[in-house]
């Protein structure tokens, strides 16, 4: 028998893969594909203050192992999202339950912090900081240190649970971002979120994408997503939720050899919504394979 | 939803660059007509939607137009493939409003989903008339198998080379009397029966996909009762919920 159960701050799961944000719905969808209790944990879609219709239409563009999305933040708003979606999932679902916070002013960070942080149903808030700050001309607010040290200082003030920082990748120097997040008093850092791409239609000589520039995620981002697990665990001391192109059990292992407690698995859950399922399953003879008797084992081993 | 692997029977060409595929396995997801199915292709991250044309029993009948790389590549399939294939998706049209003379319209390869949709409302009694629109006579298909169910069928091509000249709502005053529109096509033929028709009726869209399951809200479209998933909520919206 192999462990596969791991700890985020005192929260239990019983194993290290978490569907990620954005490509999971509210969870319960999935449920009528397979029985979602597998699930170390689950991150719901984005919400915001507001309901949010998001970009225009088409927002999505293939890519070679990959997909750029530009949703724009789709949600029924914080209010909906409490009443409805996460007592609906819970009626499905007895797992721990990651609220995933977005905001474009700090405000609206804290209030939607503030109310999650009320509902005894979520575990862990999951602060996601790629979002454009509409008090600075739109900037995303993940691109500076001193703007990711407010926010995290501001929600930590309202909240209990604990909180993660959700990184975009799309920055010059992924430890000064890390390192903000630390001194802001996070619990814990998640870990990438899309890198900015753009992909054009031949025929029209235009983006495919309506908003024109979107993420990019999958499979092909998986290096890159490694590469910064790998420098934020070198340059922190918080537990990381390794995201970006996990596909099977051995990204798995490998992004927590790199220092990841838990991984998340975007992209790959659209094309097999089998993903998550698939992973869990083969993870203890990937572990057997690797002379891994517990997966607390090797978090972070890359770097002794 | 379902995940089946359905194994290609035949796949052959109705015009210079439309196929028509049928494929054999477990179909049981599939509901209604006017669903779709989301199919992988080796080599390719996203699944490409193509409609249900017919299913009977355990076959899947597509028919797909040659536009880009995924249905290149599925069309220089033989036969014996097995392909990884998600069924049962979208809502699909919904038969008990038809009333008895229901018009069907499909243009290009809005064409295919009409075939399911003809032989379900003939099984229920109704007495369908169906117009198919083209750009021209080389590109027409499937007029001889819906003439075959034994309806009334009007074809037009925008130059005339072929049936009626101009476009499907130029056949409708051949009609006579009709209760009800069901249709799938290019938007702006959509957006012109919209307006031409008098009738209520179900209108079938396309929207660039990530899952084809509702998971990601990359199909999203606004309408009278609220955001929708194209993919999940849709792809057939009825006429009255409809913005343009
Ligand atoms: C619900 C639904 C039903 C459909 N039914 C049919 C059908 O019965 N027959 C048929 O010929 N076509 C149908 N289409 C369109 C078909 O999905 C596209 O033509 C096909 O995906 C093109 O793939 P490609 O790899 O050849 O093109 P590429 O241009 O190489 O594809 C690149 C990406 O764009 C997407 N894409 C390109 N064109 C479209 C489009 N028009 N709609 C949605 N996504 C697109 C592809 O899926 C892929 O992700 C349907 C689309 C939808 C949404
Ligand atoms: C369609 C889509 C929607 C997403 N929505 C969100 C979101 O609402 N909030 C968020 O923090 N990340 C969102 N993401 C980012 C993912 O959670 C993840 O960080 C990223 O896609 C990298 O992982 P992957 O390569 O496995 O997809 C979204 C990604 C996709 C593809
Ligand atoms: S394509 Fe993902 S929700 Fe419709």
């Known amino acids: 028998m192999v462990n596969t159960s791991v700890s985020l701050c005192g929260v239990k799961l019983k194993n290290p893969v978490v569907p990620a944000s954005g490509t999971f719905g509210f969870g319960y969808e999935f449920s009528d594909i397979y029985d979602i209790n597998i699930l170390g944990a689950i991150s719901i879609k984005g919400t915001t203050k507001e309901p949010r219709f998001g970009n225009p239409t088409p927002r999505i563009a293939e890519c070679t192992s990959g997909l750029i999305n530009s949703v724009g933040l789709q949600n029924p708003g914080i209010h909906a999202v409490i009443e409805k979606e996460i007592p609906r ?22 209030y939607c912090c503030e109310k999650i942080n009320e ?5 862990i808030i999951e602060v996601n900081v790629s979002c454009p700050n509409v008090h600075n001309g739109g900037m995303s607010f993940g691109t500076l240190p001193e703007n990711v040290e407010a926010v995290t200082k501001a929600v930590k003030k309202v909240t209990t649970k604990p909180v993660f920082i959700k990184l975009t990748p799309n920055v010059t120097d992924i430890t000064s971002i890390a390192k903000a997040c630390e001194q802001g008093g996070a619990d814990g850092i998640s870990l990438i979120n899309t890198c900015q791409g753009l992909r054009l239609d031949l025929n029209k000589r235009k983006p495919i994408i309506a908003n024109k520039i979107g993420g990019f995620s999958g499979r092909a981002v998986f290096p890159i997503a490694l ?8 340059a922190v001391k918080l537990p990381i939720m390794g ?13 927590m050899m790199a220092g990841a407690t838990a991984v998340q698995v975007g992209a790959e859950n659209l094309v097999n919504p089998y993903a998550c399922s698939d992973i869990i399953n083969s993870l203890p003879s990937v572990m057997e394979k690797y002379k891994i008797k517990d997966l607390n084992e090797i978090i972070g081993v890359a770097h002794q | ?83 990884d294939i998600l069924t049962g998706l979208g809502n699909g049209y919904f038969t008990d409003l038809s009333g008895e003379k229901p018009l069907l319209v499909g243009g290009g390869v809005g064409v295919p989903p009409m075939y ?47 049936g009626i000249k101009g476009f499907v709502t130029d056949a409708i005053k051949e009609v006579g009397e009709y209760t009800y529109l069901y249709t799938c096509g290019p938007e702006p033929m959509l957006k012109a029966l919209y307006n031409a028709v008098t009738t209520s009726g179900q209108f079938s869209f396309e929207e660039r996909m990530g899952c084809g399951f509702g998971a990601c809200m990359g199909c999203s479209c606004k309408t009278k009762y609220g955001n929708k998933r194209i993919c999940k909520d849709g792809p057939v919206l009825v006429k009255e919920e409809i913005i343009w």
């Open chain 1, 89 to 110: 999932l819970r009626e499905v679902y007895s797992n721990p339950i990651i609220s995933n916070i977005s905001g474009f002013s700090i405000d609206e960070y804290v």
């Open chain 1, 119 to 123: 509902v005894k149903d979520v575990d």
């Open chain 1, 227 to 234: 590469r910064m697990v790998w420098q934020v665990y070198e």
């Open chain 1, 243 to 255: 995201i970006g192109g996990v596909a099977t059990a051995e990204d798995v292992v490998e992004m």
């Open chain 2, 1 to 83: 939803m379902k995940q089946s692997y359905l194994k290609v029977l035949t796949n052959e060409k109705l015009t210079a660059n439309v196929c028509k595929m049928t494929l054999m396995g477990d179909v049981s997801a599939i509901e209604r007509p006017g669903q779709f199915v989301n199919i992988a292709i080796d080599g390719l991250f996203l699944r490409r939607p193509i409609s249900v044309c017919d299913v009977e029993d355990n076959v899947l009948t597509i028919i797909y137009k040659v536009v880009g790389k995924g249905t290149e590549k599925m069309s220089y399939m033989k036969g014996g493939e097995i392909l």
């Open chain 2, 116 to 162: 399911k949709l003809c032989k379900e409302l003939i099984k229920e009694g109704k007495e369908p008339t169906v117009i198919l629109g083209f750009n021209t006579k080389s590109e027409v298909f499937y007029e001889n198998e819906f003439k075959a169910l034994g309806v009334t069928v009007f074809v037009t091509t925008v130059d005339g080379s072929y």
